[in-house]
């Protein structure tokens, strides 16, 4: 098949004639399915192109030219400064037809989905570059088609690019659209009808008991299942993402005992994807990440489902609790914090969730207490030197982020059951000076907080040098010889004189500042209203 230049192949379509068009757009759509950019002196040409082939798509043709359509449009809507034939409400009405997600698709026993995922993917392009194309598919209600497709979980007619590019497209428009996200929570009950659909994903049968386990693997512990396939992985996290969208502000508001069943069957699967494996750890690190993230959203009573299983042969036990998923998570922001970039953005998510965790969960705490803060026995090396979980979160203190450093100073804080002293023990009082000042606690006291009575164990070597640590650096440090030792009562009186001139000088510089600043803002407000 020659290739065809764009007026060629518009000339072909305004013949009106289905065998000319047929051929003329397989020649362009092989020349240019990889093609992701566009020449500037064509965009009218791409524009009409796109009117001609939409005129197309309103006709009754056989369905390899109507195929041939799709692709066309999939190609063209790939260019953000070319949509404008797209973005109406005529055009995204005839994509949602052949994507079946209007009421109006007619019924089909054996639906065309290669037809379908063309459609979907253009709507999906239209909607990432365009807000126009948001706005109308909104107003057509296309979450109303998408979502009841999505019901059909456990329907083997449809393939695996239906199903990832519904919910890709589920997606964009509750990420973009503030009230589709609103509908998909509320309206079409998102959190349960996504929360089946990802146990329907992964294979799972959930007990009443909130455990679950993979079809066919019952009473094999998680971690010990063969890796999810690629297929499995990529649909759970665009599933995921989706939850996270619909999810994220649901710690503002109280939720009734109904929803909170929900929440909890969402998160016994949320835990079942913690301690399972994708294929490569690259993707599985970012399927844990997209979990965690989701985690960190669900109502903190919740969390307890992180608990809930057995303790069997090889589990992490802590206090008869099964410790493994807090485990995993505790190696999981270990794993970010070493890495140290973007703190902000891969950090805080897992850091958070432990903290609130440890906050609301007295085992969780007391776990993470002994493998974050155990038992004080270096007192020669500062808080934030050295290689243990504790150097790395208090170095963490010592950051400019303001963002990360509070977050990290919290956690070890609620791990300290919100106590100064000990906090201070733990950190050094130069480094909790930030936490404490911002509570109104740096005389020291505890914060109000419902955390059960166990003792502080300090160690031999603690006990000893405990009258020698500095505490605000946190460590023994050598003494340090007197500054006049060797004077004479003249010398020293000379350096106390010196000393109070200093103070003078200082003190009269900042008077003198603030005045320079009282008459600076003073004249700049008369400025402005000028």
Sequence with gaps: ?????LSAVIEEMETGDQDSALTALQSYNKQMNQCFTFNRDEQKDREHLGELVLGFLDRELQPSCLLACLETVRILSRDKNCLDPFTNQFAMSTLARYAMLKESSPPSENPDQEMIVEALKSICNILLHNETGQMVAADLQLIKGVAERLKQCHDPTWNYEVRFFDLRLTFLLTALRVDVRAQLAQELHGVSLLGNHLEATLGLCCSGTLETARAGFEGIPTEELPPLSRQQTELAMEILKILFNITFDINRRKVD???AAVYRHLGAILRHCLMSHAD????????HSHTVNLLGNLPLPCLDVLLMPKVQQGSIEYMGV????VNTLLKFMEKRLDRGHK????LLPSLNLLTESARIHRETRKFLRSKVLPPLRDVKNRPEVGNTLRNKIVRLMTLIDTDVKDCAAEFLFVLCKESVSRFIKYTGYGNAAGLLAARGLLRGGKDPGIYSEDEDSETEEYREAKAQINPITGVVEEEQPNPMEGMTEEQKEYEAMKLVHMFDK????LKAHTKFELFGCHNTHHIWRA
């Excluded at 099964?322 to 998923?325: Q, T, V």
């Excluded at 200082?506 to 510089?509: A, D, G, I, T």
């Design 343 to 346: 703190l902000k953005e891969t």
């Design 257 to 259: 005992e109904e929803e």
């Design 506 to 509: 200082l003190s009269r510089s």
């Design 322 to 325: 099964n410790m493994d998923a």
């Design 280 to 287: 490569g750890e690259e993707r599985t690190e970012e399927f």
């Design 1 to 5: 098949m020659m290739n065809m230049d």
